[in-house]
């Protein structure tokens, strides 16, 4: 047996139960993405970890409302009105498209 291999059983050693079946469960997932692989269905590890996320925490309590961020930017437009913001940035990306539009 490795030394790093001696250092890591020796860190699960001293994790408590909780933590030591959370070791597990990531172990589980690494041995079915692996096969997974090895029978060449690669999969997209960020889109799994996303989705297992999600049901993970799907019927969680949100800490936070999203009413508490109300005012969190007030400066971010500058006093500028926010419909005109939005025309102007229309009209910039339309004089882009104008530019970059190849000739027919």
């Keep these: 047996m490795s030394p790093k291999l001696k250092d890591v059983f020796t860190q699960i050693d001293n994790l408590n139960k909780e933590e030591r079946l959370e070791v597990l469960h990531y172990l589980e997932r690494r041995v079915q993405e692996d096969d997974k692989v090895e029978r060449g269905q690669a999969i997209d ?19 936070r409302s999203l009413q508490e961020f109300r005012g969190i930017a007030p400066n971010l437009l500058a006093g500028q009105d926010a419909q005109k913001w939005v025309s102007q940035m229309r009209g910039e990306w339309e004089e882009r498209e104008r530019v970059w539009r190849k000739p027919e």
């Design 45 to 63: 590890a960020g889109y799994e970890h996303l989705l297992q996320y999600i049901a993970e925490n799907k019927n969680k309590k949100r800490q």
